[in-house]
């Protein structure tokens, strides 16, 4: 059994990886997007796998909930993303620098 | 169990259904609808709230300290005291918007966000169970990633909120791989027992918790602005509208602070590694790379910005020590009323400045002083409030941080060093305030005086009566920091 658990963390940790490596190598908003929403998945994995080796269904819940609010947080992203779109006619990062000092 | 009458629930009823109502009476209306109607049954929310838990508070309807419970938010005076913090700031926000959102559109959205963002924060405060805590955190970010970027048409505005969303969505991510690496480890998603899971871990699982210690730390170190996780704060608190701005630095970074402190400090403790260390040097970087920073700003959200930055150096010194001296904790407790209402006040006054002058750059502001001059006092007290003077209120925080620092020093050689570092850059900070004044009051020729906003004007003199008053007479003030403070011991665990 334990065998099992080790997988599902390691693929979670590799996710993990993947969605740090997008986030400092990508400079298009909509990739760093899945970057980040590759990282929580990772953690809804960890979570789903934890809460099937333990009696309760406790992660499972914190999985179904953070599935939620990820999907919210998207909708709120994709949304600041298009009035970007329309202001710049594109969604590289490198180009927004209105601000800085 | 909660009873209904408790404050978390009546609070989340008052503030919900305001909140929701507001968007659905603007399309009853089929009218855009004034800002101001808006705007006074927001105020009047909040302000019922205020007073639900100042009456509960009178009342001891609430236990002194922080508490761990089985449910998932407890009533305890730890949360009532961020939730008094939070409140002050939402109503200035709410009063400062009175004049600045007057040409903008849609204002009912706007308040029924800042409401619902209020209920996230105080909520944070409140949660003893990761699942609560994390919801309530997303309740607090999200319409906060649509305030910043409220003005659609202007293009800084719509920047600052794709950084804050882009770090903000990492940081809430973070925040679950770490709580989902302790729930791994102790089966349980209840802080009280996940701290208690902590103490009877396996030793060769230690460093796993430290992982998830460490990423609760720096996911909650991005709302917090702590040093290597700052870079958004900046260009967001530059790009929001000042209103909104008041709302990021006096609110959401305490609501950080708060999650922090019950879980890493009360958890940290248990766990009995060195890990005091580790925040001491963050703590000591975060202000200093913050005063640097801000000396060199032309532009006065960002100096503040940093300066806001810099504070939470000031704080994060009473968690360090948090384990070696009782003061550590209050001393932080303190600073973070203190720093709401000082942010608050002074970013509300940037938003005045906003909206009648429309400049920011700081030699701009000449002769504000003779322009605005009930504006330009409040926002002199609050900066040098900042700065710690003595007779103001930001004087008794700091010097209670400092003396929580060489109070610990007995059992921590390097206690005395953050105290040093802190007065340093106390003083370094002085200098740019006092530059900022000297702009203000000493420079320019003599112009009008022009119309300053009413509401602008409210925030200004309740924050200086807040400042002066505990200031000379911080007693009552003390007296709730202590109430509220949660106290290390290993008798806490449930």
């Known amino acids: 059994m334990t065998s099992e658990l080790i997988d599902f963390t390691l693929v979670s940790v590799a996710m993990l990886g993947i969605g740090i490596y997008g986030l400092a190598v990508k400079r298009n908003f909509i990739r760093m997007l899945f970057a980040v929403e590759i990282i929580i998945n990772a953690a809804n994995l960890n979570l789903v796998a934890f809460g099937r080796f333990l009696p309760h269904s406790g992660g499972q819940t914190m999985a179904l909930f953070s599935i939620a609010i990820a999907a919210a947080e998207v909708a709120v992203g994709l949304s600041l993303i298009i009035v970007a779109y329309r202001m710049y006619q594109n969604v590289d990062i490198a180009d927004f620098r209105s601000l800085k000092g | ?494």
Request: aromatic fraction near 12%.
């Open chain 2, 1 to 494: 169990m909660l009873e209904i009458t408790s404050t978390p629930l009546v609070l989340i009823a008052i503030l919900g259904t305001v909140g929701v109502l507001l968007p659905i009476i603007s399309i009853a209306r089929k009218e855009q609808g004034s800002n101001s109607f808006y705007a006074v049954i927001a105020f009047a929310a909040l302000i019922v709230s205020m007073g639900y838990v100042g009456y509960q508070f009178l009342n001891d309807h609430i236990a002194a300290s922080a508490l761990f419970s089985d449910d998932v938010i407890v009533d305890d005076a730890f949360g009532g005291f961020f939730a008094i913090a939070m409140l002050i700031v939402a109503i200035f926000t709410t009063v400062g918007s009175f004049n600045y959102m007057r040409k903008h559109n849609s204002p009912a959205v706007y308040y029924s966000l800042i409401l619902l963002a209020t209920i996230g924060m105080v909520l944070v405060a409140y949660s003893t169970d990761l699942v609560m805590l994390f919801v309530a955190w997303e309740l607090m970010s999200i319409p906060t990633y649509i305030l910043v970027g409220y003005m659609k048409k202007n293009p800084s505005s719509n920047e600052a909120a794709l950084k804050y969303f882009l770090f903000g969505a990492l940081s809430s991510a973070i925040i679950v791989y770490g709580i989902s690496i302790s729930y791994g480890l102790t089966g349980s998603t209840n802080i009280g027992e996940v701290i208690q899971g902590y103490s009877t871990l396996d030793p060769s699982l230690l460093p796993l918790a430290l992982l998830s210690v460490g990423m609760f730390i720096a996911g909650f170190g991005f709302k917090m602005g702590l040093v290597p996780f700052h870079q958004w704060l900046p260009d967001t608190y530059d790009g929001a509208p000042p209103t909104i701005t008041a709302l990021l630095a006096a609110a959401t970074k305490k609501a950080g602070f708060a999650a922090t402190i019950r879980i890493v400090v009360l958890g940290m403790v248990v766990l009995n590694l060195d890990w005091t260390l580790a925040l001491g040097i963050i703590a000591v970087m975060t202000m200093t790379i913050g005063n640097v920073a801000a000396i060199m700003q032309k532009n006065i959200s960002r100096m503040l910005a940093y300066s806001s930055i810099a504070h939470a150096g000031y704080i994060l010194i009473g968690l360090a020590v948090a384990p070696h001296s009782s003061l550590g904790l209050q001393g932080s407790l303190y600073q973070i009323m203190n720093h709401a209402v000082m942010k608050g006040a002074a970013f509300i006054a940037i938003a005045g400045i906003v909206t009648t002058l429309a400049v920011t750059h700081i030699d701009k502001l000449q002769g504000l002083g003779r322009r605005m001059p009930i504006t330009a006092l409040g926002l002199v007290i609050a900066l040098f409030a900042l700065a710690g003077v003595p007779p103001l209120s930001g004087f008794w925080s700091k010097l209670m941080l400092f003396g929580s620092a060489l109070d610990a020093s007995s059992t921590l050689w390097w206690a005395p060093w953050l105290a040093i570092a802190g007065v340093l850059n106390s003083a370094l900070s002085l200098a740019y305030y006092g530059w900022l004044t000297r702009k203000m009051y000493f420079e320019g020729e003599t112009e009008k005086r022009i119309a300053e906003p009413k509401s602008i004007i409210a925030v200004m003199i309740f924050s200086t009566i807040f400042l002066v008053g505990f200031g000379v007479y911080p007693e009552p003030l003390l007296k709730f920091v202590e109430f509220a403070t949660p106290v290390i011991s290993l008798g806490l665990m449930p």
